[in-house]
């Protein structure tokens, strides 16, 4: 899966976080979110990957681009947010 800046700040939206709780939510820092979604910078892999795991354990599901562009759907909950304290820790993959 590869995670577009839109699909960060849209899933973001969903769950109603702020970069500083995304970053902390995936262990990397806000810096990296920010230049993310601003398009500044691509993400490492790595980082990629972790961004991507947090938000499916929040709820989130990223959908890809299959000729109707990417998107971004929240699942499971009746549309409400899990609490930022409720989402596990994801380290690295190695």
Known sequence: MVLS????????GFLDWTQDQLASAAGVSRSTI???EVGRHALHRA???VL?????????????DEGGGCGVRLCGGGGAA????AVP????AD
Request: aromatic share 6%; proline share 11%; glycine share 2%.
């Open 52 to 64: 991507v795991r947090t938000f499916e354990a929040a709820g989130i599901r990223l959908l890809a």
């Open 34 to 36: 920010r230049d993310f």
């Open 89 to 92: 820790h994801i380290p690295p």
């Open 82 to 85: 899990p609490d930022i304290a």
């Open 5 to 12: 800046p839109a699909q960060c700040r849209a899933a973001r």
């Open 47 to 49: 980082t990629e990957s």
